[in-house]
């Protein structure tokens, strides 16, 4: 995800050593405005989540697979997120942002925004424990079942194209 630079609050915390859920309930309640990044080391790679805040609402997320190259968004992503938490390595940085710089983020692509704001209830409704593999395992076998069409769909496609006799 491509964010402005922002103002580096935090640089490198060491995400075993620091309470996530902690830190988001701090910039809930200091109505921080820019984004957390969470970089870990997760199942099989590094996975990397972005939360991004207004005013002390997380109001957009993205979570990345870097090794196969597939992203998650908004709700789901914030689950990854809070899944990603739990990782035995991790480190975390916090960028200030302008609430103009959070608003241009959100709209180059809008379907990162949240449906529902995190805010300090709603947060309080996640558990976030040890990291579960199987979420991420099961989220990237459905992202690249999504990736890949299979035989038939091809097929589809070639005749939608009018390419029907190719194979």
């Known amino acids: 995800m491509n964010l402005p630079s922002g103002n580096m609050q935090k640089q490198g915390l060491i995400l075993k050593e620091n309470n996530f859920k902690n830190l988001l309930v701090g910039l809930i309640e200091e109505k921080f405005s820019g984004y957390v990044a969470l970089l870990i080391e997760g199942f099989d790679g590094l996975e990397e989540a972005t939360l991004l ?88 076998r459905e992202a690249i079942d999504l990736k890949t069409p299979n035989e038939s769909s091809k097929k589809e496609l070639f005749k939608k194209f009018g390419l029907g006799q190719m194979n």
């Open 53 to 140: 805040f207004k005013k002390g609402f997380g109001v957009a997320c993205v979570f990345e697979y870097l090794r196969f190259d597939i992203t998650v968004i908004s709700d789901l992503a914030l689950s990854h997120c809070l899944n990603a938490a739990g990782a035995d390595f991790g480190i975390i940085d916090v960028v200030q942002l302008s609430e103009l710089q959070v608003d241009m983020s959100i709209a180059f692509d809008e379907k990162i925004k949240l449906s529902t704001a995190l805010d300090r209830k709603l947060l309080d409704k996640f558990n976030i424990g040890k990291f579960d593999a199987s979420f991420a395992q099961k989220t990237l």
